[in-house]
């Protein structure tokens, strides 16, 4: 909804901490664009 709205969506990483691995984020990243979230540089 928020999204369809025109809301703004960034996304960030925790990479480094604990349960948090590095290159996880390129999956939240494939997730996003699943759920039709896309062109986040638009």
Do not use: R, W
């Not at 909804?1 to 984020?25: C, L, Q, R, S, W």
């Not at 996003?32 to 062109?39: P, R």
Request: proline share 2%.
């Amino acid at each position: 909804m928020f999204y369809e709205a025109g809301g703004k969506i960034a996304m960030g990483t925790d990479a480094g901490t604990p349960f948090n691995v590095h290159g996880d984020n390129s999956q939240e990243l494939q997730f996003m664009v699943d759920l039709g979230i896309s062109n986040l540089m638009h």
